[in-house]
Protein backbone atom coordinates (compact mmCIF):
# COMPACT_ATOMS: atom_id res chain seq x y z
CA UNK A 1 0.00 0.00 0.00
CA UNK A 2 1.46 3.36 -1.15
CA UNK A 3 0.81 6.75 0.01
CA UNK A 4 -0.01 7.78 -3.52
CA UNK A 5 -2.47 5.28 -3.34
CA UNK A 6 -4.44 6.49 -0.42
CA UNK A 7 -4.35 9.64 -1.85
CA UNK A 8 -5.63 8.78 -5.26
CA UNK A 9 -8.40 6.95 -3.82
CA UNK A 10 -8.84 9.75 -1.08
CA UNK A 11 -9.48 12.19 -3.51
CA UNK A 12 -11.65 10.03 -5.02
CA UNK A 13 -14.04 9.46 -1.68
CA UNK A 14 -13.10 12.66 -0.31
CA UNK A 15 -16.18 14.97 -1.43
CA UNK A 16 -18.94 12.99 0.33
CA UNK A 17 -16.99 12.14 3.20
CA UNK A 18 -18.80 15.19 4.89
CA UNK A 19 -20.00 14.76 8.66
CA UNK A 20 -23.66 13.32 7.67
CA UNK A 21 -25.63 10.52 7.21
CA UNK A 22 -24.85 9.12 4.13
CA UNK A 23 -28.02 9.39 2.24
CA UNK A 24 -27.00 13.22 2.36
CA UNK A 25 -23.14 12.30 1.22
CA UNK A 26 -25.43 10.78 -1.77
CA UNK A 27 -27.42 13.41 -2.98
CA UNK A 28 -24.28 15.55 -2.96
CA UNK A 29 -22.42 13.05 -4.79
CA UNK A 30 -20.17 15.81 -7.43
CA UNK A 31 -20.24 15.67 -11.26
CA UNK A 32 -16.82 13.79 -11.48
CA UNK A 33 -17.96 11.19 -8.92
CA UNK A 34 -20.98 10.39 -11.00
CA UNK A 35 -18.27 9.96 -13.72
CA UNK A 36 -15.51 8.28 -12.12
CA UNK A 37 -18.00 6.71 -8.77
CA UNK A 38 -20.18 4.36 -10.36
CA UNK A 39 -19.89 0.56 -10.81
CA UNK A 40 -21.63 -1.66 -12.09
CA UNK A 41 -22.37 -5.61 -10.74
CA UNK A 42 -24.77 -7.72 -13.23
CA UNK A 43 -26.97 -9.53 -11.14
CA UNK A 44 -29.15 -12.17 -12.25
CA UNK A 45 -31.44 -11.10 -15.32
CA UNK A 46 -31.62 -7.60 -15.30
CA UNK A 47 -31.32 -5.73 -18.73
CA UNK A 48 -30.26 -2.61 -16.95
CA UNK A 49 -27.18 -3.59 -14.59
CA UNK A 50 -27.38 -1.91 -10.74
CA UNK A 51 -25.07 0.75 -9.86
CA UNK A 52 -23.57 1.07 -6.54
CA UNK A 53 -22.31 4.31 -5.61
CA UNK A 54 -18.37 3.88 -4.55
CA UNK A 55 -18.04 5.60 -1.73
CA UNK A 56 -17.47 4.62 2.09
CA UNK A 57 -19.42 5.55 4.87
CA UNK A 58 -18.23 7.32 7.58
CA UNK A 59 -19.52 5.73 10.03
CA UNK A 60 -19.79 1.96 10.35
CA UNK A 61 -23.07 1.36 10.85
CA UNK A 62 -24.01 3.47 7.84
CA UNK A 63 -25.20 1.60 4.76
CA UNK A 64 -21.82 0.75 2.51
CA UNK A 65 -22.56 0.49 -0.96
CA UNK A 66 -19.17 -1.64 -2.05
CA UNK A 67 -19.74 -4.25 1.19
CA UNK A 68 -23.67 -3.96 -0.43
CA UNK A 69 -22.28 -5.17 -3.63
CA UNK A 70 -19.41 -7.45 -2.47
CA UNK A 71 -22.33 -9.27 -0.73
CA UNK A 72 -24.80 -9.71 -3.94
CA UNK A 73 -21.49 -10.51 -5.88
CA UNK A 74 -20.55 -13.29 -3.58
CA UNK A 75 -24.72 -14.62 -2.70
CA UNK A 76 -24.47 -14.91 -7.20
CA UNK A 77 -21.50 -16.77 -7.10
CA UNK A 78 -22.25 -18.97 -4.09
CA UNK A 79 -26.29 -19.84 -5.41
CA UNK A 80 -26.23 -19.59 -9.28
CA UNK A 81 -23.02 -20.97 -10.24
CA UNK A 82 -21.61 -24.52 -10.03
CA UNK A 83 -18.16 -24.92 -9.00
CA UNK A 84 -16.89 -25.37 -12.11
CA UNK A 85 -18.41 -22.25 -13.27
CA UNK A 86 -17.65 -20.38 -9.61
CA UNK A 87 -13.62 -21.17 -10.00
CA UNK A 88 -13.10 -18.82 -12.86
CA UNK A 89 -14.20 -15.96 -10.37
CA UNK A 90 -11.52 -17.11 -7.56
CA UNK A 91 -12.00 -17.36 -3.78
CA UNK A 92 -14.92 -16.43 -1.53
CA UNK A 93 -14.29 -15.09 1.47
CA UNK A 94 -15.49 -18.56 3.13
CA UNK A 95 -13.33 -20.70 1.15
CA UNK A 96 -9.72 -21.39 2.24
CA UNK A 97 -7.30 -19.08 0.81
CA UNK A 98 -3.90 -19.22 1.07
CA UNK A 99 -1.67 -17.00 2.96
CA UNK A 100 -2.61 -13.29 2.44
CA UNK A 101 0.97 -12.48 2.13
CA UNK A 102 1.11 -14.33 -0.98
CA UNK A 103 0.96 -12.94 -3.96
CA UNK A 104 -2.84 -12.91 -5.35
CA UNK A 105 -3.17 -14.64 -9.42
CA UNK A 106 -4.23 -11.99 -11.31
CA UNK A 107 -7.32 -14.74 -12.44
CA UNK A 108 -8.47 -14.29 -8.49
CA UNK A 109 -10.51 -11.57 -9.19
CA UNK A 110 -12.58 -11.85 -6.06
CA UNK A 111 -9.79 -11.71 -3.74
CA UNK A 112 -8.46 -9.37 -5.86
CA UNK A 113 -11.33 -7.00 -5.31
CA UNK A 114 -11.17 -7.48 -1.84
CA UNK A 115 -7.65 -6.48 -2.09
CA UNK A 116 -8.66 -3.20 -3.68
CA UNK A 117 -11.66 -2.15 -0.95
CA UNK A 118 -8.29 -2.96 1.70
CA UNK A 119 -5.78 -1.00 -0.13
CA UNK A 120 -8.89 1.84 -1.14
CA UNK A 121 -7.88 1.41 -4.86
CA UNK A 122 -10.57 3.10 -6.57
CA UNK A 123 -9.17 2.10 -10.21
CA UNK A 124 -7.94 -1.35 -9.41
CA UNK A 125 -11.43 -1.83 -8.11
CA UNK A 126 -13.41 -0.92 -11.28
CA UNK A 127 -11.02 -2.94 -12.83
CA UNK A 128 -11.53 -6.13 -11.39
CA UNK A 129 -14.92 -5.40 -11.56
CA UNK A 130 -14.98 -4.98 -15.24
CA UNK A 131 -13.70 -8.59 -15.43
CA UNK A 132 -16.05 -9.55 -12.92
CA UNK A 133 -18.88 -8.37 -14.72
CA UNK A 134 -17.10 -9.83 -17.92
CA UNK A 135 -17.69 -13.32 -16.69
CA UNK A 136 -21.19 -12.99 -15.57
CA UNK A 137 -21.97 -11.78 -19.23
CA UNK A 138 -20.33 -14.89 -20.89
CA UNK A 139 -22.60 -16.91 -18.53
CA UNK A 140 -25.39 -15.59 -18.66
CA UNK A 141 -25.42 -15.12 -22.58
CA UNK A 142 -23.06 -17.55 -23.43
CA UNK A 143 -21.38 -17.43 -27.44
CA UNK A 144 -23.84 -19.12 -30.08
CA UNK A 145 -21.77 -22.48 -30.92
CA UNK A 146 -20.06 -22.81 -33.88
CA UNK A 147 -22.03 -25.68 -35.50
CA UNK A 148 -24.96 -24.32 -36.48
CA UNK A 149 -27.17 -27.37 -35.74
CA UNK A 150 -25.45 -27.43 -31.72
CA UNK A 151 -28.21 -26.67 -29.41
CA UNK A 152 -27.20 -23.03 -27.48
CA UNK A 153 -25.98 -22.93 -24.03
CA UNK A 154 -28.18 -22.38 -21.65
CA UNK A 155 -28.36 -18.98 -19.12
CA UNK A 156 -26.22 -20.49 -16.31
CA UNK A 157 -27.70 -18.52 -13.72
CA UNK A 158 -31.29 -19.58 -15.16
CA UNK A 159 -30.39 -23.03 -14.79
CA UNK A 160 -29.73 -22.37 -11.04
CA UNK A 161 -32.99 -21.39 -10.63
CA UNK A 162 -35.20 -23.96 -12.43
CA UNK A 163 -32.94 -26.23 -9.94
CA UNK A 164 -34.35 -25.09 -6.88
CA UNK A 165 -38.08 -25.69 -7.74
CA UNK A 166 -37.60 -28.78 -5.48
CA UNK A 167 -35.63 -26.66 -2.38
CA UNK A 168 -36.70 -23.56 -2.67
CA UNK A 169 -35.47 -20.14 -2.45
CA UNK A 170 -32.25 -20.63 -0.61
CA UNK A 171 -32.33 -18.60 2.29
CA UNK A 172 -29.21 -16.58 1.59
CA UNK A 173 -30.37 -15.48 -1.64
CA UNK A 174 -34.26 -14.64 -0.02
CA UNK A 175 -32.24 -12.20 2.86
CA UNK A 176 -30.25 -10.35 0.25
CA UNK A 177 -33.08 -9.20 -1.82
CA UNK A 178 -34.54 -8.24 1.05
CA UNK A 179 -31.59 -6.56 2.38
CA UNK A 180 -30.93 -4.75 -0.86
CA UNK A 181 -34.95 -3.54 -0.99
CA UNK A 182 -34.74 -2.28 2.45
CA UNK A 183 -31.42 -0.40 1.88
CA UNK A 184 -32.84 1.25 -1.48
CA UNK A 185 -36.19 2.16 -0.03
CA UNK A 186 -36.74 2.29 3.78
CA UNK A 187 -32.66 3.08 4.70
CA UNK A 188 -32.52 6.67 3.33
CA UNK A 189 -36.14 7.55 5.23
CA UNK A 190 -35.51 5.69 8.85
CA UNK A 191 -35.55 9.32 10.14
CA UNK A 192 -39.18 9.71 9.02
CA UNK A 193 -40.55 6.30 11.07
CA UNK A 194 -39.24 8.56 14.39
CA UNK A 195 -42.20 10.93 14.11
CA UNK A 196 -44.15 8.78 17.01
CA UNK A 197 -46.30 9.67 20.06
CA UNK A 198 -44.19 8.57 22.47
CA UNK A 199 -45.68 5.91 24.83
CA UNK A 200 -48.32 4.82 21.95
CA UNK A 201 -49.33 2.07 20.12
CA UNK A 202 -47.45 3.46 17.60
CA UNK A 203 -43.85 3.25 18.55
CA UNK A 204 -41.76 1.82 15.23
CA UNK A 205 -39.83 -1.32 16.18
CA UNK A 206 -38.89 -4.71 13.65
CA UNK A 207 -38.58 -8.23 13.63
CA UNK A 208 -35.18 -8.24 11.89
CA UNK A 209 -34.48 -10.67 8.84
CA UNK A 210 -32.84 -13.76 10.97
CA UNK A 211 -35.96 -13.81 13.02
CA UNK A 212 -38.62 -13.23 10.68
CA UNK A 213 -36.86 -16.21 8.55
CA UNK A 214 -36.99 -18.13 11.97
CA UNK A 215 -40.85 -17.86 12.24
CA UNK A 216 -41.15 -18.68 8.78
CA UNK A 217 -40.17 -22.22 9.22
CA UNK A 218 -41.58 -22.19 12.92
CA UNK A 219 -44.91 -21.57 11.00
CA UNK A 220 -44.15 -23.92 7.81
CA UNK A 221 -45.14 -20.98 5.76
CA UNK A 222 -45.15 -21.92 2.12
CA UNK A 223 -47.34 -21.42 -1.41
CA UNK A 224 -50.96 -21.73 -0.37
CA UNK A 225 -50.48 -20.36 3.30
CA UNK A 226 -52.09 -16.91 4.31
CA UNK A 227 -49.87 -14.49 7.18
CA UNK A 228 -51.58 -11.64 8.40
CA UNK A 229 -49.39 -9.05 10.27
CA UNK A 230 -51.70 -7.08 12.57
CA UNK A 231 -49.25 -3.12 12.72
CA UNK A 232 -46.86 -4.25 9.65
CA UNK A 233 -44.92 -0.89 9.76
CA UNK A 234 -42.85 -0.93 6.47
CA UNK A 235 -44.02 -4.67 5.77
CA UNK A 236 -40.70 -6.18 6.37
CA UNK A 237 -42.52 -8.70 7.94
CA UNK A 238 -45.09 -9.47 4.95
CA UNK A 239 -42.41 -8.74 1.70
CA UNK A 240 -39.78 -11.53 3.53
CA UNK A 241 -42.73 -13.91 4.45
CA UNK A 242 -43.60 -14.10 0.50
CA UNK A 243 -39.96 -13.93 -0.95
CA UNK A 244 -38.93 -16.58 1.53
CA UNK A 245 -41.73 -18.55 1.38
CA UNK A 246 -43.88 -18.15 -1.21
CA UNK A 247 -47.04 -17.99 1.15
CA UNK A 248 -49.39 -14.83 0.67
CA UNK A 249 -49.37 -12.01 2.87
CA UNK A 250 -51.05 -9.32 4.03
CA UNK A 251 -50.45 -6.20 6.18
CA UNK A 252 -52.24 -3.84 7.94
CA UNK A 253 -50.60 -0.68 9.22
CA UNK A 254 -52.27 2.49 10.59
CA UNK A 255 -49.62 5.24 10.21
CA UNK A 256 -48.96 6.95 6.82
CA UNK A 257 -45.45 7.06 6.65
CA UNK A 258 -44.41 3.45 7.14
CA UNK A 259 -47.54 2.44 5.04
CA UNK A 260 -46.24 4.28 1.89
CA UNK A 261 -43.46 2.93 3.10
CA UNK A 262 -44.51 -0.35 2.68
CA UNK A 263 -45.95 0.50 -0.73
CA UNK A 264 -42.55 1.50 -1.82
CA UNK A 265 -40.56 -1.60 -0.77
CA UNK A 266 -43.26 -3.67 -2.25
CA UNK A 267 -42.63 -2.12 -5.78
CA UNK A 268 -38.95 -2.26 -5.30
CA UNK A 269 -39.02 -6.12 -3.98
CA UNK A 270 -41.18 -7.41 -6.76
CA UNK A 271 -38.74 -5.62 -9.23
CA UNK A 272 -35.75 -7.10 -7.66
CA UNK A 273 -37.32 -10.60 -7.61
CA UNK A 274 -37.80 -10.65 -11.08
CA UNK A 275 -33.95 -9.51 -11.64
CA UNK A 276 -32.68 -12.20 -9.31
CA UNK A 277 -35.37 -14.58 -11.78
CA UNK A 278 -37.34 -15.33 -8.48
CA UNK A 279 -41.48 -15.48 -7.95
CA UNK A 280 -43.21 -14.23 -4.91
CA UNK A 281 -45.85 -14.37 -3.50
CA UNK A 282 -48.78 -12.13 -3.34
CA UNK A 283 -48.80 -8.93 -0.71
CA UNK A 284 -51.77 -7.07 -0.31
CA UNK A 285 -51.37 -4.12 2.08
CA UNK A 286 -53.42 -2.05 3.54
CA UNK A 287 -53.44 1.84 5.16
CA UNK A 288 -55.76 1.56 7.92
CA UNK A 289 -57.36 0.63 11.68
CA UNK A 290 -56.74 -2.68 12.38
CA UNK A 291 -59.42 -2.74 14.81
CA UNK A 292 -61.82 -0.71 12.17
CA UNK A 293 -60.78 -3.22 9.07
CA UNK A 294 -63.36 -5.49 7.22
CA UNK A 295 -60.35 -6.99 5.07
CA UNK A 296 -58.88 -7.93 8.77
CA UNK A 297 -62.20 -9.51 9.75
CA UNK A 298 -62.53 -11.36 6.11
CA UNK A 299 -59.22 -12.31 6.22
CA UNK A 300 -58.66 -13.97 9.59
CA UNK A 301 -60.92 -16.74 8.98
CA UNK A 302 -58.66 -17.59 6.51
CA UNK A 303 -55.32 -17.23 8.09
CA UNK A 304 -53.05 -19.65 8.81
CA UNK A 305 -50.28 -17.54 10.92
CA UNK A 306 -51.29 -13.95 12.32
CA UNK A 307 -48.13 -12.08 13.40
CA UNK A 308 -48.46 -9.00 16.06
CA UNK A 309 -45.56 -7.21 17.26
CA UNK A 310 -47.64 -6.58 20.33
CA UNK A 311 -44.24 -5.21 21.97
CA UNK A 312 -45.06 -1.64 22.96
CA UNK A 313 -49.22 -2.22 22.58
CA UNK A 314 -51.10 -0.97 25.34
CA UNK A 315 -53.41 -3.10 27.20
CA UNK A 316 -56.69 -1.69 26.01
CA UNK A 317 -55.09 -2.31 22.14
CA UNK A 318 -53.88 -6.06 23.27
CA UNK A 319 -57.63 -6.77 24.35
CA UNK A 320 -59.54 -4.90 21.97
CA UNK A 321 -57.27 -7.86 19.15
CA UNK A 322 -58.10 -10.69 21.47
CA UNK A 323 -61.94 -11.48 20.79
CA UNK A 324 -60.30 -11.53 16.56
CA UNK A 325 -58.84 -14.89 17.40
CA UNK A 326 -62.26 -16.33 17.74
CA UNK A 327 -62.71 -16.35 13.82
CA UNK A 328 -59.35 -18.10 13.44
CA UNK A 329 -59.58 -21.91 12.14
CA UNK A 330 -58.03 -24.50 13.78
CA UNK A 331 -54.42 -24.91 14.09
CA UNK A 332 -53.86 -21.47 12.94
CA UNK A 333 -50.89 -19.43 14.74
CA UNK A 334 -50.79 -15.96 16.13
CA UNK A 335 -46.96 -15.25 16.72
CA UNK A 336 -46.89 -11.86 19.06
CA UNK A 337 -43.92 -10.56 20.85
CA UNK A 338 -46.16 -10.57 24.49
CA UNK A 339 -48.31 -13.21 25.36
CA UNK A 340 -52.30 -12.89 24.43
CA UNK A 341 -52.78 -15.75 27.00
CA UNK A 342 -51.03 -15.43 30.43
CA UNK A 343 -48.97 -18.58 31.89
CA UNK A 344 -47.71 -21.26 29.96
CA UNK A 345 -49.42 -24.15 27.90
CA UNK A 346 -53.16 -23.91 27.86
CA UNK A 347 -53.87 -21.60 30.83
CA UNK A 348 -57.08 -22.46 31.49
CA UNK A 349 -58.80 -22.14 35.22
CA UNK A 350 -62.71 -21.85 36.12
CA UNK A 351 -62.18 -18.06 35.84
CA UNK A 352 -61.36 -18.10 32.15
CA UNK A 353 -62.93 -20.70 30.65
CA UNK A 354 -65.57 -18.74 29.03
CA UNK A 355 -62.57 -16.68 27.88
CA UNK A 356 -61.35 -16.59 24.18
CA UNK A 357 -57.62 -17.37 25.12
CA UNK A 358 -59.03 -20.51 26.46
CA UNK A 359 -58.92 -22.14 22.71
CA UNK A 360 -55.03 -20.45 22.48
CA UNK A 361 -52.32 -23.02 23.40
CA UNK A 362 -49.37 -20.86 24.09
CA UNK A 363 -45.70 -21.73 23.96
CA UNK A 364 -42.37 -19.02 24.87
CA UNK A 365 -39.87 -19.08 22.76
CA UNK A 366 -36.78 -17.01 22.85
CA UNK A 367 -35.29 -14.85 20.20
CA UNK A 368 -31.29 -13.72 20.05
CA UNK A 369 -29.51 -11.23 20.15
CA UNK A 370 -29.55 -8.92 17.15
CA UNK A 371 -33.04 -10.32 16.24
CA UNK A 372 -35.17 -7.18 16.84
CA UNK A 373 -34.88 -3.51 15.90
CA UNK A 374 -35.48 -2.05 19.29
CA UNK A 375 -32.72 -3.68 21.52
CA UNK A 376 -29.56 -6.11 21.02
CA UNK A 377 -30.24 -8.77 23.84
CA UNK A 378 -32.40 -11.49 24.19
CA UNK A 379 -35.98 -11.60 24.28
CA UNK A 380 -39.25 -13.94 24.22
CA UNK A 381 -41.63 -14.69 21.99
CA UNK A 382 -44.87 -16.64 21.91
CA UNK A 383 -46.94 -18.86 19.73
CA UNK A 384 -50.08 -19.61 20.57
CA UNK A 385 -51.99 -22.48 18.33
CA UNK A 386 -55.52 -22.65 17.89
CA UNK A 387 -57.01 -25.93 19.66
CA UNK A 388 -60.31 -25.92 20.04
CA UNK A 389 -60.51 -29.71 20.52
CA UNK A 390 -58.19 -29.50 23.26
CA UNK A 391 -60.10 -26.78 25.11
CA UNK A 392 -63.60 -28.98 24.44
CA UNK A 393 -61.59 -31.43 26.31
CA UNK A 394 -60.90 -28.79 29.18
CA UNK A 395 -64.59 -27.74 29.35
CA UNK A 396 -65.91 -30.78 29.17
CA UNK A 397 -63.63 -31.27 32.77
CA UNK A 398 -64.90 -28.18 34.12
CA UNK A 399 -68.75 -28.75 33.12
CA UNK A 400 -68.68 -32.00 35.07
CA UNK A 401 -66.55 -31.06 38.23
CA UNK A 402 -69.55 -27.55 37.95
CA UNK A 403 -72.16 -30.23 38.27
CA UNK A 404 -70.31 -32.69 40.41
CA UNK A 405 -70.17 -29.62 42.59
CA UNK A 406 -73.97 -28.53 42.49
CA UNK A 407 -75.13 -31.99 43.02
CA UNK A 408 -73.12 -32.45 46.19
CA UNK A 409 -74.18 -28.78 47.73
CA UNK A 410 -77.34 -29.71 47.40
C1 LIG B 1 -43.61 -2.42 16.21
S1 LIG B 1 -44.24 -2.06 14.62
C2 LIG B 1 -44.14 -3.64 13.86
C3 LIG B 1 -43.73 -3.67 12.40
C4 LIG B 1 -43.63 -5.09 11.85
N1 LIG B 1 -44.87 -5.79 12.02
C5 LIG B 1 -42.53 -5.88 12.54
O1 LIG B 1 -42.84 -6.63 13.47
O2 LIG B 1 -41.37 -5.79 12.14
C6 LIG B 1 -45.94 -1.99 15.08
C7 LIG B 1 -46.78 -1.23 14.11
O3 LIG B 1 -48.16 -1.33 14.49
C8 LIG B 1 -48.80 -0.16 14.05
N2 LIG B 1 -50.12 -0.02 14.73
C9 LIG B 1 -50.38 0.39 16.01
N3 LIG B 1 -51.70 0.40 16.23
C10 LIG B 1 -52.30 0.01 15.10
C11 LIG B 1 -53.67 -0.16 14.69
N4 LIG B 1 -54.67 0.07 15.53
N5 LIG B 1 -53.93 -0.58 13.43
C12 LIG B 1 -52.90 -0.81 12.55
N6 LIG B 1 -51.61 -0.66 12.88
C13 LIG B 1 -51.30 -0.26 14.12
C14 LIG B 1 -47.82 0.92 14.42
O4 LIG B 1 -48.06 2.12 13.70
C15 LIG B 1 -46.48 0.26 14.07
O5 LIG B 1 -46.05 0.60 12.78
Known amino acids: MTNDRHAQIFFFLAPFCFDCSLFYIICRISPSARRHGRTRSLPFDANTPLSYILLAPKDKDHYSPILDLERTLYTIIEHYLT ?104 GPRTHELNHYQAFSDSVYGELMPSLVSRLLSLARARPGTLLLDLGSGVGNVVLQAALQSGCSAFGVELMEKPAEMACEQRAQMRMRAGMWGVRMG ?67 TERNVDDISAILDVSAHDYHSMDVSWASGTGKFYVHRVDRAGYADVRARFEAARSTRSTRSR
Not at 148 to 159: D, I, T
Not at 287 to 295: D, F, I, V
Not at 310 to 323: D, M, Q, S, Y
Open 83 to 186: PKQRSLFGTLPQDIVPAENEDTPATNHLRMLRRAVALCDGPLFIRTLDSINALLRMLKYPPLPSDAFAPPQPNALRAAVAGWSATGLPRSVALRIVEETYQRTV
Open 282 to 348: DVELEQANMLESSRVNELMARADVVLVNNKVFGEKLNEAIRPKFLDLKEGALVISLEPFVVGGGRAV
